[in-house]
């Protein structure tokens, strides 16, 4: 939803929060540092004034100026050196102050040419300068008191932009933790308000989908909650209204698909027999009409022609045969009888079965098996598989026309496929096989007399068994096979 209300609260009020956060922190880069100067200039001010204040209205060497010294060095970080007009220390914030001494000496002299000057007035001046021998950066005051002497005070700059880095660092964890806690409050808060309207939202589509099971439920008492219970009186009036004609509408609909489905399935079925049975019809009528009309006179003519029409009849009661063998198997509701029975000489009896073929073709059939091996089947359906492999392979045969039988046993079960050398089929055609009246190569089918169902009884049976079946491509050939039951 790219124009959630949750959405929008939450963006916005989190770009608030963030933009403000990042306001204070660039104003917190920018100017903290020049505060802390301006912060730090007043406190050497301060304390300059309160040394100068005491040292003007007390003795230096009393208990109570020396307390008031401390009291200023500690309080705001500052190192503190007070000399007579002797150059004599008087007081000091550490016991050895042999270099602040000499600097402010070297100022009172020299009047600090290195220094960059930050403020001057007639009893003092505000300065920044690097030591050199600590290699830091100050902010000094020195100049003379009330009374004659001369004061140096003085606090590192590093300090403060230690203090400013840190403020600086302290101000993004913060405000990152800021952001995402008040993302996830205003997020709650405006889930608790868009929640109803979601819910009511979800409620109109499915009511604008004849669904009325859907009830408002979120309750309260405000205007969404009004909003909600008058949705509820509605669902369940147009339910009531409704009911009836979704019902009839449903019927009609499922009647409208059946008779669709069943029209198409005709008029497929009828174009596929029709197709198959055009060729030998054409044929039969045409040497018949010959036959009629003494075309040829001579009696091997009229043989020939006589075995066509019984050869295209044939063909026609083949397919005949097994469109009703096909449609038993589709439609029947018989169990099938499943018995236990070795299958290799079965097989052994399908190959010799085809033997004339294999040498009227050329091609040379390979079964070693000797152990026997039990399995769950109806034999005479089973028989049926093989022979259907077996065709399909001799009449595919190509290359090195060789046909391979071979049995796989698979713990409780044992996988028997036919594999001949050939060219693969295509793989867009692999899961077409198994439909009626479906052949990759048309013309090739109905050179050898193929009718395309074959394959369907086999998928039939197979689905009776509740076995597995399928089909392989090698890169010399094709394997298809079929998997029985071998547990006792």
Same mark, same amino acid.
């Not at 003379?144 to 964890?173: C, H, Q, W």
């Not at 097994?322 to 509701?333: G, K, M, R, T």
């Not at 079965?346 to 085809?354: E, G, M, P, Y």
């Not at 395309?452 to 076995?467: H, P, R």
């Given at each position: 939803?790219?124009?959630?209300?949750?959405?929008?609260?939450?963006? !916005?009020?989190?770009?608030?929060?963030?933009?403000?956060?990042?306001?204070? &922190?660039?104003?917190?880069?920018?100017?903290?540092? #020049?505060?802390?100067? =301006?912060?730090?200039?007043?406190?050497?001010? #301060?304390?300059?004034?309160? %040394?100068?204040?005491?040292?003007?209205? +007390?003795?230096?060497?009393?208990?109570?100026?020396?307390?008031?010294?401390?009291?200023?060095?500690?309080?705001?970080?500052?190192?503190?050196? %007070?000399?007579?007009?002797?150059?004599?220390?008087?007081?000091?914030?550490?016991?050895?102050?042999?270099?602040?001494?000499?600097?402010?000496?070297?100022?009172? %002299?020299?009047?600090?040419?290195?220094?960059?000057? %930050? *403020?001057?007035?007639?009893? $003092? *001046? @505000?300065?920044?300068?690097?030591?050199?021998?600590?290699?830091?950066?100050?902010?000094?005051?020195?100049?003379?008191?009330?009374?004659?002497?001369?004061?140096?005070?003085? #606090?590192?700059?590093?300090?403060?932009?230690?203090?400013?880095?840190?403020?600086?660092?302290?101000?993004?964890?913060?405000?990152?933790?800021? !952001?995402? @806690?008040?993302?996830?409050?205003?997020?709650?808060?405006?889930?608790?308000?868009?929640?109803?309207?979601?819910?009511?939202?979800?409620?109109?589509?499915?009511?604008?989908?004849?669904?009325?099971?859907?009830?408002?439920?979120?309750?309260?008492?405000?205007?969404?909650?009004?909003?909600?219970?008058?949705?509820?009186?509605?669902?369940? /009036?147009?339910?009531?209204?409704?009911?009836?004609? /979704?019902?009839?509408?449903?019927?009609?609909? *499922?009647?409208?698909?059946?008779?669709?489905?069943?029209?198409?399935?005709?008029?497929?079925?009828?174009?596929?027999?029709? =197709?198959?049975?055009?060729?030998?019809?054409?044929?039969?009528?045409?040497?018949?009409?010959?036959?009629?009309?003494?075309?040829? #006179?001579?009696?091997?003519?009229?043989?020939?022609?006589?075995?066509?029409?019984?050869?295209?009849?044939?063909?026609?009661?083949?397919?005949?045969?097994?469109?009703?063998?096909?449609? =038993?198997?589709?439609?029947?509701?018989?169990?099938?009888?499943?018995?236990?029975?070795?299958?290799?000489?079965?097989?052994?009896?399908?190959?010799?079965?085809? +033997?004339?073929?294999?040498?009227?073709?050329?091609?040379?059939?390979?079964?070693?098996?000797?152990?026997?091996?039990?399995?769950?089947?109806?034999?005479?359906?089973?028989?049926?598989?093989?022979?259907?492999?077996?065709?399909?392979? @001799?009449?595919?045969?190509?290359?090195?026309?060789?046909?391979?039988?071979?049995?796989?046993?698979?713990?409780?079960?044992?996988?028997?496929?036919?594999?001949?050398? +050939?060219?693969?089929?295509?793989?867009?055609?692999?899961?077409?096989? &198994?439909?009626?009246?479906?052949?990759?190569?048309?013309?090739?089918?109905?050179? $050898?007399?193929?009718?395309?169902?074959?394959?369907?009884?086999?998928?039939? !049976?197979?689905?009776?068994?509740?076995?597995?079946?399928?089909?392989?491509?090698?890169?010399?050939?094709?394997?298809? &096979?079929?998997?029985?039951?071998?547990?006792?």
């Amino acid at each position: 939803m790219k124009r959630s209300i949750k959405k929008q609260f939450t963006i !916005i009020f989190g770009a608030v929060i963030a933009g403000t956060l990042v306001l204070f &922190w660039i104003v917190n880069i920018l100017f903290l540092g #020049t505060f802390y100067m =301006h912060r730090k200039e007043s406190v050497l001010e #301060t304390a300059f004034y309160r %040394i100068d204040s005491q040292s003007s209205f +007390g003795d230096m060497a009393s208990e109570e100026f020396d307390r008031e010294f401390r009291s200023i060095a500690s309080t705001y970080n500052l190192e503190i050196i %007070i000399l007579d007009t002797d150059t004599k220390t008087v007081k000091a914030t550490a016991k050895d102050n042999n270099l602040l001494a000499t600097r402010l000496i070297e100022y009172v %002299i020299y009047d600090a040419p290195d220094a960059v000057i %930050i *403020r001057t007035t007639d009893q $003092y *001046r @505000i300065q920044r300068s690097t030591d050199s021998l600590v290699q830091l950066d100050y902010i000094e005051l020195w100049g003379f008191l009330s009374d004659g002497r001369m004061t140096l005070i003085r #606090t590192p700059i590093e300090g403060m932009k230690d203090s400013a880095a840190v403020a600086n660092t302290l101000l993004t964890y913060v405000g990152v933790f800021v !952001i995402l @806690i008040g993302v996830l409050i205003v997020r709650y808060a405006a889930d608790r308000v868009t929640k109803p309207i979601l819910e009511l939202a979800t409620i109109s589509r499915r009511m604008a989908e004849l669904d009325f099971d859907a009830k408002y439920e979120s309750g309260g008492d405000n205007e969404i909650a009004l909003l909600g219970g008058n949705i509820n009186y509605l669902s369940e /009036k147009l339910e009531t209204t409704i009911s009836e004609l /979704k019902s009839a509408n449903n019927e009609l609909k *499922r009647d409208l698909e059946e008779k669709i489905e069943i029209d198409e399935m005709r008029k497929e079925f009828l174009s596929n027999v029709s =197709h198959e049975l055009k060729t030998p019809i054409a044929l039969i009528q045409g040497y018949a009409e010959g036959l009629k009309d003494n075309v040829n #006179t001579d009696e091997e003519s009229r043989d020939f022609y006589c075995d066509v029409i019984i050869d295209e009849a044939a063909k026609m009661n083949r397919l005949v045969m097994s469109l009703l063998e096909l449609n =038993h198997l589709e439609n029947s509701i018989e169990r099938t009888a499943m018995e236990r029975f070795d299958i290799v000489p079965l097989i052994k009896n399908c190959a010799d079965a085809v +033997g004339i073929l294999l040498k009227q073709n050329g091609i040379t059939l390979v079964f070693d098996r000797k152990e026997p091996l039990y399995v769950w089947a109806d034999v005479f359906k089973t028989e049926q598989i093989i022979n259907n492999y077996l065709s399909n392979a @001799i009449h595919y045969a190509m290359g090195e026309k060789r046909v391979e039988i071979t049995i796989e046993e698979r713990g409780d079960t044992a996988r028997i496929q036919v594999f001949n050398t +050939g060219e693969p089929i295509p793989a867009d055609h692999l899961d077409k096989l &198994w439909t009626k009246f479906y052949k990759v190569d048309k013309a090739r089918t109905r050179e $050898y007399g193929g009718s395309g169902i074959g394959l369907s009884i086999v998928k039939a !049976i197979m689905e009776s068994f509740n076995q597995s079946y399928g089909v392989i491509n090698y890169e010399n050939g094709v394997g298809f &096979w079929f998997e029985l039951d071998t547990k006792n």
